[in-house]
Every structure is written in structure tokens, then in C-alpha cells.
């Protein structure tokens, strides 16, 4: 079956905007996970969801990150008023129930966002 | 909190030899799981190997092997017959067995080259 897949896969803007950032899961998997990974960093979290609930929103660096899940399947990462040092790849992954043993999360090939 | 230190910023092996690639985390809890991930240029990150503390006996998976020394807190990886393919960044990364915390901590990688 199809992996996990992120649009766009890379996105250029400016200083004080909008942007959204997309994530499909691998069908079935009910927990989602984002990731940011700076260059020449390794990944580090950000959000987790189980079902449509955030689960654990410990990782956002502030409130001009927000993520979203309505329908428990696609979810949407929202920054708001961009800073360039928020310039990073966003990495998003998939399990099965993320409750249960060692469920492999399953990356994307993420987005990679520039704030110029 | 949990910690994954990576000491190798960048590691070589010539085609068909062996490598090993080191990887040491700090952690108070008993329960947890450690894994590799491979992130090859095209920044998917692709699960390698994984361990789950409670077992004694490392993991293998073909080519890739793991030596696990949890009273060390130690969780290197072994490469056998080095293939070009096996050319990326490579991450250690762990996640807790406690229900609510699922998410992964990275380390900061391991440029590995293979030189043919």
C-alpha cells in the first residue's frame, strides 16, 4: 500500500506568513506524529495524535504552531506569522496504535519549509 | 528527560567491510525501545532495526546488527558487507514503553560513507 505522504514537498515563503503544511498517513494507522529537523540535526517532536486528539503537544516551540486531525486521517500543520529560523525540513510519521509495543512509526518524505 | 548522544559526526568503510556505528542514551526508565533509522538524500528516514529493552538478545536484520548493553546504556550498530547502498545519514532514536509518552528522541546522526 501507499506510504506516508507530505504536501508540499518543499515550500518557500516570506517573513510574517501563513503556511500549511499536509500529512496523509498510511491508511489505518490511527497514531500521527511531526517531526522538525534542522539541518545537519536529528528529527525532534513536535506533536502526536491519536485518533483526532492531540495526544501529547509538548514539542511545539509556541503558539504560532498549531496542528490539526478532524477526521482522524489527514492532518495539518499550521505556522503562523513565519520566523526564518522556523526554516527546517517537517517530518511526518505513522503507527498503529501508538499504546501498544513497539509500533514503528513510518516517515514521510517531508516538507521542506524556507522563510526567507 | 531522555537523551541520545551519537559521538560519530561522520564514519567511512570501504565495500564489503564491517562498520559499526555508536550510540549511548540516558534514561530512568525501565521500559523502553531503541531504534535505527537510515535517511538517505531523499530525507525519507527508513527503519533499520529495532530493540526492545526487555529482551536480552540483540536484534538482527540481514546485514544490520545490534549490540545492546542496557546496565551500559550502549546501542551500537553493526553493518556487515558494506553495500553502496548503505550510504546515508544514520539515527539512533528511543522511545519510552510508557503509554503516554510516544514519542522518538534522536540523536544527532552518523554521515556514513561507503567507498568503493
Known amino acids: 500500500g501507499a506510504g506516508v505522504s507530505q504536501t508540499p514537498s518543499n515550500k518557500v515563503t516570506e517573513k510574517g506568513k501563513y503556511v500549511e503544511l499536509r500529512c496523509d498517513p498510511i491508511?489505518?494507522?490511527?497514531?500521527l506524529y511531526w517531526y522538525r529537523q534542522s539541518l545537519g540535526q536529528g528529527p525532534e517532536f513536535l506533536i502526536y495524535?491519536?485518533?483526532?486528539?492531540?495526544?501529547?503537544d509538548s514539542g511545539l516551540p509556541n503558539d504560532r504552531f498549531f496542528a490539526v486531525r478532524p477526521e482522524g486521517s489527514v492532518s495539518t500543520l499550521k505556522i503562523q506569522r513565519t520566523e526564518r529560523g522556523d526554516s527546517a525540513v517537517y517530518l511526518c510519521?505513522?503507527?498503529?496504535?501508538?499504546?501498544?509495543?513497539?509500533?514503528?512509526?513510518?516517515f514521510g518524505p517531508g516538507t521542506r519549509l524556507t522563510v526567507l | 528527560a531522555q537523551t541520545v548522544t551519537q559521538s560519530q559526526p561522520e564514519m567511512s568503510v570501504q565495500e564489503a567491510e564491517t562498520v559499526t556505528l555508536s550510540c549511548t542514551y540516558d534514561?530512568?526508565?525501565?521500559?523502553?525501545?531503541l531504534f535505527w533509522y537510515k535517511q538517505p538524500p531523499s530525507r525519507q528516514m527508513i527503519l533499520v532495526i529495532r530493540?526492545?529493552?526487555?529482551?536480552?538478545q540483540n536484534a538482527t536484520e540481514n546485514r544490520f546488527s545490534v549490540n545492546f548493553q542496557k546496565a551500559a546504556k550502549s546501542f551500537s550498530l553493526k553493518i556487515s558487507d558494506s553495500q553502496l547502498g548503505d550510504a546515508a545519514m544514520y539515527f539512533c532514536?528511543?522511545?519510552?514503553?510508557?503509554?503516554?509518552?510516544?514519542?522518538?528522541?534522536f540523536g544527532q546522526g552518523t554521515r556514513l560513507t561507503i567507498n568503493p
Open positions: 532514536a528511543y522511545r519510552s514503553g510508557y503509554a503516554k509518552s510516544q514519542k522518538l528522541v
Open positions: 530493540q526492545e529493552a526487555y529482551k536480552q
Open positions: 491508511s489505518g494507522h490511527t497514531a
Open positions: 495524535f491519536q485518533g483526532t486528539g492531540a495526544a501529547d
Open positions: 534514561t530512568s526508565e525501565s521500559d523502553y525501545y
Open positions: 510519521a505513522s503507527s498503529f496504535n501508538s499504546a501498544a509495543g513497539s509500533n514503528t512509526q513510518y
